[in-house]
């Protein structure tokens, strides 16, 4: 299950409801509803076929912090 990162919208798709392509900056869908890009993460199974996860924003919440200051 999928669901739409921009936060109005957040619908819920299946993969199967969804086109996943590679725009050259990783594999995203398009949300069918409001068109919001969704970053995934492909993964190999073990019988090779490929899994996407999506990164959620909640998970990737470290990356947005503003850096700590260093001291010097
Ligand atoms: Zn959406």
Redesign the pocket.
Known sequence: MFV???Q????RWMPAEVVIKNEGQGPIFR??????R?RLMASHRADGSIDYKQLRREASGADAAPPKARRS
């Open positions: 739409c990162q921009n109005p919208c957040g619908a949300c069918p509803l409001c068109g919001a969704n």
